[in-house]
């Protein structure tokens, strides 16, 4: 099973600021199997990107995805006060699909 | 529109087990597979298994096997999660989810969420 870590645990910034969340993976993955979601509190979560770049429909072009192999990045290139939210990475591999453990972002 | 629904609040014993229902509706239920993701109170994402509507098939996380069942039913549109064995470390919140406009790899799509409380 392929483990995704997300880094870091917690990211404290100011509406405005701009947000990098990395995803580590414990072994190669193919960039089209790489996924980005949104949760807020009560909540399902939201697919933002897949494919690691590509964004899902309605979804602001301030987040951007990128990343090859084992490293992938979700930046949110301004934050708006309905970005504070945890983020978690997803990957599909060896017909199993697993998520990061996801990264808060709260208002500082 | 598209949208799964999902079945009401369960509280069940330990050692007991619990079925889920996800009912489709808005699209071809049989074109698209449905995962199931759960949630514990204050935790991540947990990935459990996925069933292809179409001929029944599934795979199951490796952590599940033996204890999960997924099944449909097409007539009704709807899948199923059964969960024996529960322990109270399995609170959670129970969704269903599908990769419908981006492949069976990206979750578009969510149920709302099952609240399976396992309390004695």
């Known amino acids: 099973e392929i483990v995704l870590t997300q880094s870091p645990g917690t990211l404290s910034l100011s509406p405005g600021e701009r947000a990098t969340l990395s995803c580590r993976a414990s072994?190669?993955?193919?960039?089209?199997?790489l996924a980005w979601y949104q949760q807020k509190p009560g909540q399902a979560p939201r697919l933002l990107l897949y494919?690691?770049?590509s964004r899902a429909t309605g979804i602001p072009d301030r987040f951007s995805g990128s990343g090859s192999g084992t490293d992938f990045t979700l930046t949110i290139s301004r934050l708006e006060p309905e970005d504070f939210a945890v983020y978690y990475c997803?990957?599909?591999?060896?017909?199993?699909?697993?998520f990061g453990q996801g990264t808060k972002v709260e208002i500082k | 529109q598209v949208q799964l629904v999902q079945s009401g609040a369960e509280v069940k014993k330990p050692g007991a087990s619990v079925k889920v229902s996800c009912k489709a509706s808005?699209?071809?239920?049989?074109?698209?597979?449905i995962h199931w993701v759960r949630q514990a109170p204050g935790q991540g994402l947990e990935w459990m298994g996925i069933?292809?509507?179409?001929?029944?098939?599934?795979t199951y996380a490796q952590k599940f096997q033996g204890r999960v069942t997924m099944t449909r039913d097409t007539s009704t549109s709807t899948v199923y999660m059964e969960l024996s064995s529960l322990r109270s470390a399995e609170t959670a919140v129970y969704y269903c989810a599908s990769g419908y406009n981006y492949g069976r790899d990206a979750f578009d799509i969510w149920g709302q969420g099952t609240m399976v409380t396992v309390s004695s």
């Open positions: 494919g690691a770049s």
């Open positions: 997803q990957q599909y591999g060896s017909s199993a699909w697993t």
């Open positions: 808005g699209y071809t239920f049989t074109s698209y597979y």
């Open positions: 072994q190669s993955v193919s960039s089209s199997y």
């Open positions: 069933i292809n509507p179409s001929d029944g098939s599934t």
